[in-house]
């Protein structure tokens, strides 16, 4: 049962345009949200979080929106660069040990 | 201050062999979790270890399991390998008091099982 869901594989944009990833989740009880970016033969590194108690989290050029009535997340990446294609998952949690995952979502930044 | 680090890169079994795969925690991190990353899949958690108790599981079978060493470090163990273990197994550390935006991968172990 796949509680987190991200439903586009992939998404290209051109370079200093906005970059709109969608994540989806059916757990209600889920309240701390994360995104990782996943470059290939290396690990997930952290990008940007957020709590259940906020609705927006800026950190440069990265924000993230969560609509808790909607159980949807999207993480906004403004001006897109060429350096941040990566396949970006979305995480989401209840307890703070258990982290569910998204499929990711692989973004291509054209030049 | 090193990353986290795990051994070996790839590995290839075959069905039915037993197979333990390493993670050393980034210095000063007392708490590690597994996940296991099948193809075109986000990770799933196995499970976390915090001072060389498990403290939390996923929905893995028991011939999953590990140990956590008094440096930190960690191990999974998987037994009677199937060929849908075949992956990439990530580890993560963090310091328990610390968030989850403090927490960091390893780079992983790629899995094969013919």
């Known amino acids: 049962d796949q509680q987190v869901k991200q439903n586009s594989p992939s998404l290209s944009v051109q370079e200093g345009r906005i970059s709109i990833l969608n994540c989806d989740y059916t757990?209600?009880?889920?309240?701390?949200f994360l995104w990782y970016k996943k470059y290939p033969a290396e690990g997930p590194t952290f990008l940007i979080s957020i709590s259940s108690i906020k609705d927006k989290n800026e950190d440069g050029r990265f924000t993230v929106f969560l609509n808790k009535s909607a159980k949807h997340l999207s993480l906004h990446i403004v001006p897109s660069q060429p350096g941040d294609s990566a396949v970006y998952f979305c995480?989401?949690?209840?307890?703070?040990?258990?982290?569910?995952f998204g499929t990711g979502t692989s973004l291509t930044v054209i030049p | 201050e090193t990353g986290v680090t795990q051994s070996p890169t790839h590995l290839i079994k075959t069905r039915g062999q037993q197979v333990t795969l390493r993670c050393s925690s980034q210095?000063?991190?007392?708490?590690v979790s597994w996940y296991q990353q099948a193809l075109g899949q986000g990770p799933q958690f196995i499970f976390q270890y915090y001072r060389e108790e498990e403290n939390g599981r996923g929905n893995f079978p028991p011939r999953f399991s590990g140990l956590q060493f008094p440096n930190y470090s960690s191990e999974l163990n998987v037994n009677a390998l199937e060929l849908d273990d075949s992956a990439l197994y990530l580890c993560?550390?963090?310091?328990?008091?610390?968030?989850?935006?403090?927490?960091?991968f390893g780079p992983g172990t790629r899995l094969t099982v013919l």
């Open positions: 210095s000063g991190h007392n708490t």
């Open positions: 995480a989401a949690s209840n307890t703070g040990n258990q982290f569910y």
């Open positions: 757990n209600s009880m889920f309240d701390y």
């Open positions: 993560a550390s963090r310091d328990k008091r610390g968030g989850y935006n403090e927490q960091f």
